[in-house]
């Protein structure tokens, strides 16, 4: 009989451990290779100048690569953009559904296939013409997804990544990281998307600049559009890492 307990307890380990391998380890190593071919299938270049010689000291200028997102809606409507920052893992589509499931994509692919990972997501009332477009993600143990804006309260690695690429139905827009925040929803709204007038956008973004964890190089004006990435932190229960970025094209 003990000798039966010891196997039978044993062989629940080994599946404990093997479910930890698959939810922690092999998931999101499925989402990250699944999302990698999306992104190769729906990829085109895009035309730049001619590759004929070039003037002596004179390189060929750089082709975005970007994604044929018309073709990409027809079959996964959901899909709303493009968002990438260079130099890191976060290289994936943005995804939205409605007021009547805001978090649908929280624990989906965009198959809408359950997955530990989920997807990126914009909140349900924003989009690419908000004033503060507002996208959340998982911080993932195996480092993709969002979990790389932890590493930008660090100053050297902000510097090497402050620039973001988010390619929606409107064209390809960059954007500067301009604060990296360590806060939560009820310490500041950072989720706000509509605002009464320039002078209440003003107000919030004076609010949201003074909880950066340094000081911010520029302040936008009310002309400006944010873009604002969000994944969990774990300093405090509910505690969110926030990175503030701005437009700049």
Not at 215 to 237: F, G, H, K, N, Q
């Amino acid at each position: 009989m003990k000798a039966f307990l010891k196997g039978f307890c044993i062989g629940l380990l080994c599946l404990s451990l093997l479910g930890l391998l698959w939810f922690l380890v092999l998931q999101p190593g499925m989402t990250n290779g699944e999302t990698q071919a999306l992104k190769e299938a729906f990829t085109q270049s895009l035309p730049g100048e001619s590759s004929g010689e070039l003037p002596a000291g004179k390189e060929q200028p750089q082709q975005e690569n970007l994604v044929d997102l018309k073709a990409l809606q027809a079959e996964y409507p959901d899909v709303k953009g493009w968002i990438s920052i260079p130099g890191t893992c976060v290289d994936y589509p943005v995804l939205q559904s409605s007021a009547d499931a805001p978090e649908h994509y929280l624990r989906r692919t965009y198959k809408g296939e359950w997955r530990t990972a989920g997807s990126i997501f914009f909140q349900w009332d924003c989009s690419p013409e908000s004033r503060n477009l507002v996208a959340y993600g998982h911080n993932m143990n195996d480092g993709t997804m969002f979990a790389v804006l932890q590493k930008m309260a660090d100053e050297a690695f902000r510097n090497e990544h402050s620039k973001i690429l988010l390619q929606t139905a409107e064209g390809l827009r960059e954007y500067k990281i301009v604060a990296v925040l360590k806060t939560d929803i009820e310490s500041l709204t950072f989720n706000r998307t509509v605002f009464a007038d320039d002078a209440d956008y003003l107000a919030f973004q004076k609010e949201l600049f003074a909880q950066s964890l340094y000081t911010p190089e520029t302040i936008p004006d009310a002309d400006c559009r944010l873009l604002m990435l969000v994944t969990c932190s774990y300093e405090w229960e509910n505690a969110r890492t926030v990175v503030v970025a701005v437009q700049v094209r």
